[in-house]
């Protein structure tokens, strides 16, 4: 487990990482997640018994770099939720504040509207974990 000091420097904000402890109360061991890495998605695989979706492939695959530019169109493009069933992805982590770093390469994920198609688990502060259920 865990165990957060003072000084600790992971990258995290507060609610990040809260919501990051909190994952293994509401998705299943193996979940596979999505997002922006900035939005703590680059963590899921060491606070919890999900996996992230995009691992550190430099460069990416063809679908993760797809749905890097594209997932905020996962309601209207059929790829989208093609990429998210053949990698098995079921949730989805997004924050407010990503940084300037990856804005530009993760813009699919920093701009999707999660008013439909989404089913809101958690969420801490600016931090939020998502059900993706346009893809069913």
């Known amino acids: 487990t865990y165990e957060r000091s003072d000084d600790s420097k992971i990258g995290l904000t507060e609610d ?4 990051l402890l909190t994952l293994d109360q509401h998705l ?12 703590g998605v680059a963590w899921v695989n060491i606070f919890s018994e999900a996996r992230q979706f995009q691992g550190m492939r430099i460069p990416p695959t063809a679908g993760q770099a797809y749905l890097a530019e594209n997932f905020d169109s996962i309601m209207s493009d059929p790829k989208v939720c093609e990429i998210v069933n053949e990698g098995g992805i079921e949730a989805f982590i997004q924050t407010e504040s990503p940084t300037k770093e990856f804005e530009r390469r993760y813009v699919g994920f920093n701009a999707t509207d999660t ?8 969420q801490v502060g600016e931090a939020r974990l998502y059900r993706i259920t346009a893809c069913d």
């Not at 990040?16 to 919501?19: A, I």
């Not at 008013?115 to 958690?122: C, D, I, N």
């Open 16 to 19: 990040e990482l809260e919501l």
């Open 28 to 39: 299943e061991p193996g979940t596979v997640v999505v997002g922006d890495p900035d939005s």
């Open 115 to 122: 008013g439909a198609g989404f089913e809101l688990l958690e």
